[in-house]
């Protein structure tokens, strides 16, 4: 994973933790082996390559990217997978936070570019 850009080690511990945070309700209290395992797995990928792009991204940039990014798309799983629903506001906040994402890859100079 060396050669990889920040960014893209960036998406894969987005993605990695999005998949450890979905599997958390199948584990019912850590009691199901795998997906208690998939929580484990996820969450370990996902802080290894969160580690890797803080040799490049500032850590705020990166935590910025990170939660916003992974806020949004847990909300989706949970949608998708659990039938959760997302009324008008949630779906408003969610929107002003990758706003938020997008103002600061775009027009910070504390986000390497």
Known sequence: MSG???YVLLGIA???EV????ALKATEGFTRPWP???VLL???VAFYCLSRTLET???GI???IWSGVGIALVSLVG???YGQRLDLPAMAGMALIIAGVVVINLFSSAAPH
């Open 4 to 6: 990889l850009s920040p």
């Open 14 to 16: 987005i993605v990695a």
């Open 19 to 22: 998949i450890g945070t979905s």
């Open 36 to 38: 208690s395992l998939l």
């Open 42 to 44: 996820g969450y370990g």
């Open 57 to 59: 991204i500032p850590v």
């Open 62 to 64: 990166s935590y910025a």
């Open 79 to 81: 949608v998708a997978l």
